[in-house]
């Protein structure tokens, strides 16, 4: 037996986990009509079979009409919700792991006009910032009826076959009636902490009455708010003492801080540059005084840390989510020895941020990730070995490599520049976006490991590629930045690619028009304000940095705010001239045909790459699919032709050809490698 920390047993009551690596509870958004259909399921039985403990289902799945979903969470109320739930529970047991579901009640953060148009409700009618709805201050008959659809969906689930429920106490209405920050009612649910607890104290009795001594009941809880006028460590502590003293509580799961504003949830759930595990000496605070089972999970993405925090006895259970979003085979590989293949979180929190813009939960480097049913993470061999040669090693160039060795293939990649990484080694040049280059570095591992050759200062030409003599060609050479878009003067303009690569000199008053609303702008910003510069960012659009999205935006703003930087939208840049030893920028607005002056050092744009396209333009003639692409083939997951056949449209071609990523047109990082591993896959 293993001496790992991580791979000993833990037993929760009556329950023995086979090892103390837990997915905790999360909305990865994939239910169909509230329900965990196939794809949820697919989900999470990935991660059972690769060997995880325990996986908690359903970032807050709603218990009450009430409690409209904002991010297509599962709906508990609804009877038909055990059947799907016993689905997904039996067929994760039947590889090993443990399931629990997370109960809620969203109370205030959630909006009025979703679901049934009901009025949201909480302890207050104070509005959540984050969902914009006042709330209505709840009465004593919502109260009652409220325990009771908690009770109601945990007998739901108790009938489903799961293990447990956790009920979700940060946020939500049973930390609305927990916390003084939100608590403004009088009587047995306000004022006294003894009060104020007294909801989710009854929540749990309700819960246990119905379903016996054998099924779990834990608490994810805020133990400290970390805010002025809220719960502070001390009142956390005593929080969990109640719920200890209760009898009705198996475990805890602990919360530092508060969600209802995008930078406090941040700071909870932090992300790429900022202080892996932050909270963890605290949860072992809780731990050690409050004496339940402690999980925890708040940016633990890396199994050295995990390792630590079951070995320094500060958790009981670790969480690792995003983590395994990214890898759902991280447990299989620490138990096989092979850490180094495991494919690594870097903090990109593109699964959070698209949820919380109404997507479905997506992995920025592993597109299988909710789409197990049509992208498995297991690549099948070939029948048939080719030779494959992939133009550009950034990406997704390096994505079509890995996945074409692993298909059997002989693989070959030309990169004009003297490191792999294109886009992202650009990216990484600032310390806040610089774990992405582990993307690069982990293909660059498993593409070793494989056998894939890459020739770097090479610029592939219409010779070198009929010198390789392959079968297949991947044209993966990207983009660069298009900053020709104004009337007049775009020879007076730098890019923004120019700043993070230090080849233009930040000014010392700058307007950066940012049409493309992607990382690279804000980089550029802080770059600017780093040397000491003032900058005004403007864009067109009617929100600011759209393609940022919530949570990443945090930081930026931290940094650009302190440094009393300009945000002006529905604005754009016309035109830019010379006037003495500065530059003048008119600026115009789609709204109307007024304009204004900007006095400035230096005009920067913030655009869209145009692709690096003439190589695939030269070598069309060349293929014998003239480069087009089966469209509904690639879509399915079926196989293009590779190969000379009656069917392909230019029979004397040597190659067929194929272009992917920002070759194609200006996307992400995801799409980049989504379009690499659906087109490899089948080839």
Known sequence: MSNDPLLQPYTLKHLTLRNRIMITSHEPAYPEDGMPKDRYRAYHVERAKAGVALTMTAGSASVSR???????NILVWKDEVVGWMKQLADECHDHGAAVMIQLSHLGRRTRWDKGDWLPSVSTSHVREPAHRAYPKQVEDWDISRIIKDYADGAERMHAAGLDGVELECYGHLMDQFMSSFTNRLDGPYGGSLQNRARFALDVVAAIRERVGEKFLIGVRYTADEAAKGGIDAEEGVAIGKLLRDSGNVDFLNIIRGQIHTDPAMTDVIPIMGMKSAPHLDFAGRIRAEVGLPTFHAARIPDVATARHAIASGKLDMVGMTRAHMT??????????????????????????????????????????????????????????????????????????ARVAALRGHRVVVHEAAAHAGGQIRLTAQTARRREMIGIIDWRLAQCEKLGVSIKYNSLADEATVTDEAPDVVIIATGGLPETAILDAGNELVTSAWDILSGDVRPGSNVLLYDEAGDPAGLQAAD?????????????????FAPEVMAMNLVPYMRTLQRADATFTITWRVLSVRREGNGLVATVGSDYGDMTRERRVDQVIVNNATVPLDELYFALKPLSTNLGEVDYAAFIASTPQSAGPNPADPNRKGAFHLYRIGDAVSSRNTHAAIYDALRLMRTI
């Open 527 to 543: 770059k600017v304000v780093e040397a000491g510069g003032k900058v005004e960012i403007m864009t067109r659009d009617r929100s």
């Open 66 to 72: 009430d409690s409209p979903p904002v991010f297509n």
């Open 327 to 400: 890898d759902p085979h991280l447990v299989r590989k620490i138990i096989e020895g092979r850490e180094d293949d495991i494919r690594p979180c870097v903090g990109a929190n593109y699964c959070l941020d698209r949820i919380y813009q109404g997507g479905h939960a997506y992995c920025i480097h592993n597109p299988s990730t909710g789409r197990e049913l049509e992208q498995p993470h297991d690549i099948a061999k070939a029948q048939t070995p080719k030779k494959i040669l992939i133009i550009g090693a950034g990406p997704a160039g390096l994505e079509a």
